[in-house]
């Protein structure tokens, strides 16, 4: 069973339907229940907005402990907020996250200096399509170029929406950066978790592949 843990925040119907077409002989149960999360052999964590308050609604229904029990032993997806809380903090409302992965969790500031240049054009939330620049080997990008615009390769464009973006303490966990006026890391793998800043279940074929990968990782 693959389970999509619900806080209540984002579509999870898109990532629910995505996962069927995916993996179809699979299992697919959408949670808030600390039991089935336990039973699962994987975990898709998604998310969209903010993530004040998160911590405390997972620790509210119970979700908090299994995920800190559990999240280490099999495959873990984090998606956009589900990959945001995986950090230690953020600057969103001075929020805690789950400490799993150390870093923060910055806002994009239109008065960050690009290169010495103002950007006019540089807008907030970062919304719409974007490239990824694969920076290593993992089975997540399986079927995927490292190169950006190769032809004949699968387009390594996905699908973002958010404000904020994760600044990990060790640079060694970024599988991926995105370059939205500065480079920031949209992927980031760490034993049994992988974690993005983009909406696989947005992302069209790419997304798809993505997600395939990810149920046919085996650690």
Not at 154 to 166: A, E, P, T
Not at 202 to 219: E, I, Q
């Amino acid at each position: 069973m693959i389970a999509v843990v619900n806080v209540g925040t984002g579509n999870i119907r898109s990532i629910f339907l995505a996962l069927l077409k995916v993996a179809p002989d699979e299992k697919i149960c959408v949670t808030s229940n600390p039991a089935e999360l336990k039973q699962a052999k994987k975990i898709v964590f998604p998310g969209q907005g903010s993530m004040f308050g998160c911590v405390e609604k997972l620790k509210l229904n119970g979700l908090y402990e299994e995920i800190m029990n559990n999240v280490s032993d099999r495959p873990f997806l984090g998606i956009c907020l589900g990959k945001q809380i995986l950090f230690d903090e953020s600057e969103e409302g001075d929020s805690l996250g789950l400490g799993l992965l150390k870093g923060k969790v910055v806002k994009f500031d239109r008065s960050m200096d690009f290169n010495n240049n103002t950007c006019l054009d540089f807008k907030i939330p970062h919304m719409g399509w974007n490239q990824v620049r694969i920076e290593r080997d993992h089975q997540i990008f399986k079927g995927f170029d490292r190169l950006i615009n190769t032809k004949g390769s699968l387009s390594n464009w996905f699908y973002f929406v958010h404000s904020f973006f994760v600044k990990p303490k060790d640079p060694k966990i970024t599988l991926a950066y995105t370059n939205y006026g500065q480079d920031f890391t949209s992927v980031v793998a760490k034993d049994n978790i992988v974690a993005t800043q983009f909406h696989p279940e947005k992302s069209a074929k790419s997304g798809l592949l993505f997600l395939k990968n990810f149920v046919s990782w085996k650690l």
